[in-house]
């Protein structure tokens, strides 16, 4: 069965450095997003990606992020400074047409 | 701001037994709604999902009803299996605008003892 896979499971940074979280979607999917789980807190969206632009965002992303699909398969969050509270399990889905969504199993990320 | 609310961070249930799985909304533009099932160490998994122009909706095992006039959805799980056991995130979104953006509530993790 087709799933949606994510890299790397675990990423440790440093405050202030840029960290790029990569997706690889379902292949024939044409809707992807990112979301973010705080330890404790809601699952949150931060950003669609459809027809290789992005479609909506939440006020979580700001101009420190960016998403990128640079080729047919992957599917990339970029955060250019990262703050102690960036940390959070980053979640990565597709969809083929809007409704439910196939989730990633995950990246968590940690700033020190 | 909590749009989607679970008001019950945990359930324990016996297996067999029927497990109930409450969400509460606010906003009355939302017209579809989910639930997703997580593991840990996994992402959330899709379960079943409701439109707002139903008030049930069953597959298998598992029952989502809905009362818009309530702003209230649950799950309903029957019988029960230790295999359930994990955090259910009810999610709700609108889809006026073709968003399907889903708003997800803090989860209710269930527990099914043998």
């Known amino acids: 069965e087709p799933e949606v896979t994510q890299t790397p499971s675990h990423q440790v940074t440093q405050m202030g450095q840029e960290v790029i979280l990569r997706c690889v979607p379902i292949?024939?999917?044409?809707?992807f997003y990112w979301y973010r789980q705080i330890l404790g807190q809601k699952v949150e969206f931060l950003v669609s990606?459809?027809?290789?632009?992005?479609?909506?965002k939440s006020e979580i992303f700001d101009d420190q992020f960016s998403v990128e699909r640079p080729d047919g398969s992957n599917f990339t969050l970029k955060i250019r400074s990262t703050k102690l509270e960036d940390s959070a399990m980053y979640f990565c889905?597709?969809?083929?047409?809007?409704?439910?969504?196939?989730f990633g199993p995950g990246t968590r990320l940690t700033v020190t | 701001d909590q749009q989607v609310k679970q008001n019950s961070p945990s359930l324990s249930v016996q297996e067999g037994r029927i497990s109930i799985l409450n969400c509460d909304y606010t906003?009355?533009?939302?017209?579809?709604f989910l639930w997703y099932k997580k593991y840990p160490a996994e992402g959330p998994t899709f379960l079943i999902s409701i439109s707002s122009i139903k008030d049930k909706n069953e597959d298998g095992r598992f029952t989502v009803f809905l009362n818009k006039s309530a702003k209230h959805l649950s799950l309903h799980i029957v019988p029960s299996q230790p295999g359930d056991s994990a955090v259910y995130f009810c999610?709700?979104?609108?889809?006026?605008?073709?968003?399907?953006?889903?708003?997800f509530g803090r989860g209710t993790s269930l527990i099914v003892h043998p």
């Open positions: 292949s024939n999917h044409l809707y």
């Open positions: 999610a709700a979104s609108r889809t006026s605008g073709g968003s399907y953006i889903p708003t």
């Open positions: 906003n009355s533009m939302f017209d579809y």
């Open positions: 990606f459809y027809n290789n632009e992005i479609s909506e």
């Open positions: 889905a597709s969809t083929l047409s809007l409704g439910e969504q196939y």
